[in-house]
Every structure is written in structure tokens, then in C-alpha cells.
């Protein structure tokens, strides 16, 4: 049912690394642009990166530098290397289509906490 599931969260301490993946259905990935997005607690739901299918990809001001993502089109993923990573990272991160849409449901997330 829910067609995205996001994974490779967890706490690591402030300049270190993470990896995250996201499973999407065929029927998401095939045709879009995909991206990652974070909502901090309090703080609204924010664009992190988008990937086209053909691979082009842009990233918000604050992560330019230190995050890649990257997509398997094959395997239907989507990846965020973060890499230097800061306090104000931390947040719940989703992959999603880019732009959202109102008919795609919003995965768990994956929690990526940045704290010493």
C-alpha cells in the first residue's frame, strides 16, 4: 500500500556521514523526477534534492556541497549520500515525487539525528 519506504537513518555525531535509501513502486519511479525532502521538529516539510529520470539533480542552498542524491532506475531507488553532516540536519527525511502531488501518499521517513 504505501509505495514509499525510506531507510538508513539513525544518530551520528556532527561532520560524520549517512546514507539513505528510498524504495519507491515502478509506477512512481518511471516517470518522475524524485527527490528528498525534511521537516524538523516544529518547522514545515522542506525540499532537500530531486533527481530526474534521466539524472540531473538540484539541491536546496543548505546542503549544496555535502549531499548527493543519486537514483537506480533499474531498482526503482533513490539515494541521499549526506556527508559533513550539521545539527541543524537533523529531521525526519521522505522521498517523494518532485513536485508533490495530492494523490501520493507520504512514506514513515526515516529519522536522521546529527548531535555530539
Known amino acids: 500500500q504505501v509505495q514509499l519506504v525510506e531507510s538508513g537513518g539513525g544518530l551520528v555525531q556532527p561532520g560524520g556521514s549517512l546514507r539513505l535509501s528510498c524504495a519507491a513502486s515502478?509506477?512512481?519511479?518511471?516517470?518522475?523526477?524524485m527527490g528528498w525532502y525534511r521537516q524538523a521538529p516544529g518547522k514545515d516539510r522542506v525540499f532537500v534534492a530531486r533527481?530526474?529520470?534521466?539524472?540531473?539533480?538540484v539541491y536546496a542552498d543548505s546542503v549544496k556541497g555535502r549531499f548527493t542524491i543519486s537514483r537506480d532506475n533499474a531498482k526503482n531507488t533513490v539515494s541521499l549520500q549526506m556527508n559533513s553532516l550539521k545539527p541543524e540536519d537533523t529531521a525526519v527525511y521522505y522521498c517523494?515525487?518532485?513536485?508533490?502531488?495530492?494523490?501520493?501518499?507520504w512514506g514513515q521517513g526515516t529519522q536522521v539525528t546529527v548531535s555530539s
Open positions: 533527481i530526474t529520470t534521466g539524472g540531473y539533480a
Open positions: 515502478g509506477s512512481i519511479f518511471s516517470f518522475n523526477t
Open positions: 517523494n515525487t518532485a513536485p508533490v502531488t495530492d494523490f501520493q501518499p
